[in-house]
């Protein structure tokens, strides 16, 4: 399954406690939670480069499935982790102690990332 594509966000659960639990400060989570992000994929075969633009702030993360790449977070930092495919249609890593889950269903991406015991989840729709 390709993930390449652009993706809107349609709706997101736990937004301001799990951006409070991964340390973004407060003024950031509220300018942060009622903006409609925009997500772009290319996928060339195990290759990925990902585009996440929310508001005026942009991240730009490339990596190869199964090999260490650096990625950069919700709050600027740059870690190093691997990124697995399971399956034809989801893509998971943990990021310090986030395990981040991304599955692909037709023209729908669901993100899921839990810290400890806060789910957060946001759904993209292709555009």
Same mark, same amino acid.
């Given at each position: 399954m390709n993930f390449s594509g652009?993706?809107? #966000?349609?709706?997101?659960?736990?937004?301001?406690?799990?951006? /409070?639990?991964?340390? %973004?400060?407060?003024?950031?989570?509220?300018?942060?939670?009622? #903006?409609?992000?925009?997500?772009?994929?290319v996928q060339n075969g /195990?290759?990925?480069? %990902?585009t996440i633009t929310t508001g005026s702030k942009v991240i730009q993360n490339e990596f190869t499935l199964g090999e260490e790449c650096e990625l950069e977070t919700m709050t600027g930092e740059k870690v190093k982790t691997v990124v697995n495919m399971e399956g034809d249609n989801k893509l998971v890593t943990t990021i310090k102690n986030i395990k981040s889950v991304t599955e692909l269903n037709g023209d729908i991406i669901t993100s899921t990332m839990t810290v400890g015991d806060i789910v957060f989840k946001r759904i993209s729709k292709r555009i």
């Open positions: 652009k993706y809107q #966000l349609q709706s997101q659960e736990n937004f301001e406690p799990f951006m /409070k639990a991964i340390g %973004l400060p407060d003024d950031l989570i509220q300018k942060g939670k009622d #903006l409609k992000g925009v997500s772009e994929v /195990k290759h990925f480069k %990902l």
